[in-house]
């Protein structure tokens, strides 16, 4: 939805826009009720909402949705109820020796919103297991994931560190293994400063 929001900016210069992570920023996503990632919330002046759009959508979509709301054609008609907690299990890799091994992992998910890949690769990098090497840095932090297909380019935020071309290839291939459990066969890492 990135791209789609920059062209929409793009296009209509008066719109600002502000990207809230979901399983990040927990306050607003449960503030809002926002319910599915993605989600494209329209704001008054006064931060309220009057209409959103969920699920993904092409930017001229977006842009008609736009006009209708500058023309008052369309107006919010959901009320969402409060978000819930959810508890959710998933698979992630580690190393155990030097083979791949698979660890169940139990995640309270403080919104509800159910968005498995983006969940499962915050677990990865952030995993701690006793007996269990994980490549990934304990400073690593999830830039962006963009999937097409079964394929999948994950950035990760790693601030002024050096990490060697083995394990940066260690990273890829876990995240490559634990991504496999939800159709994607090729992951590739992308590293920022």
Do not use: W
């Not at 704001?43 to 949705?65: A, C, M, P, Q």
């Not at 050096?162 to 992951?187: H, P, Q």
Request: aromatic share 8%; proline share 3%.
């Amino acid at each position: 939805m990135g791209t789609v929001l920059k062209e929409v900016i793009g296009t209509k210069g008066d719109i600002k826009s502000e990207t809230i992570y979901v399983h990040v920023q927990i306050e607003l996503t449960n503030k809002y009720r926002i319910k599915t990632n993605p989600t494209i919330m329209f704001l008054n002046g006064s931060d309220v909402e009057i209409y959103r759009v969920e699920g993904f959508h092409e930017t001229n979509e977006i842009l008609g949705l736009i006009n209708d709301l500058d023309e008052k054609h369309i107006t919010l008609k959901t009320i969402y109820d409060e978000n819930s907690e959810t508890r959710e299990d998933y698979i992630i890799n580690l190393y155990q020796d030097e083979s791949v091994s698979p660890i169940e992992v139990i995640y309270v998910n403080k919104t509800g919103v159910f968005a498995p890949r983006i969940t499962v690769i915050n677990l990865l990098i952030q995993a701690q297991k006793e007996g269990y090497i994980n490549p990934f840095p304990s400073f690593s932090v999830l830039e962006a994931v963009q999937f097409n297909g079964d394929n999948g380019v994950v950035s990760l935020k790693l601030p002024d560190k050096t990490i060697s071309s083995v394990d940066i290839e260690r990273m890829r291939r876990l995240l490559e293994k634990t991504l496999s459990n939800f159709g994607v066969c090729s992951a590739q890492l992308k590293l920022t400063d």
